[in-house]
C-alpha cells in the first residue's frame, strides 16, 4: 500500500492511492495517471496550495519505485480557507504523466 508521495521534493503522507493508464485520443500514446488523498492542516495550507499553483512535478513514489514529470489533472478539497486556526481539509488530487 502506498502511504507517500514526492512532489518536488516535498513528502506527502497519503491514503486511497490509484494508479491507471490512460490514452490520448489523438496520438494513442499512453501516459499514466495516479491520484491520491491527503490531509492538509491550517498551518501547512500556505505552503501546499503554493506547491500546488505550480501544477507541474517531479513525481516520486517510492514504494511503486516510480518516478515521472506529471501535471495536475484535476484537485479538489473539502475546505477553500484553511486560513482559521486549527482546521484541516482533506485534499484529492489526480496527477497525470507529461512527456
Request: aromatic fraction near 14%; avoid cysteine.
Amino acid at each position: 500500500m502506498v502511504q507517500q508521495v514526492f512532489l518536488n521534493d516535498v513528502s506527502f503522507s497519503i491514503t486511497d492511492f490509484h494508479e491507471e493508464w490512460v490514452n490520448d485520443k489523438v496520438t494513442g500514446k499512453k501516459f499514466r495517471k495516479i491520484s491520491f488523498n491527503f490531509k492538509v492542516t491550517s498551518e501547512e495550507y500556505h505552503d501546499i496550495t503554493t506547491l500546488l499553483y505550480q501544477m507541474n512535478f517531479h513525481v516520486k513514489v517510492p514504494e511503486k519505485e516510480l518516478e515521472f514529470p506529471a501535471t495536475i489533472h484535476s484537485y479538489s478539497t473539502s475546505i477553500t480557507n484553511l486560513y482559521k486556526e486549527n482546521q484541516v481539509g482533506d485534499f484529492k488530487l489526480d496527477l497525470i504523466e507529461r512527456l
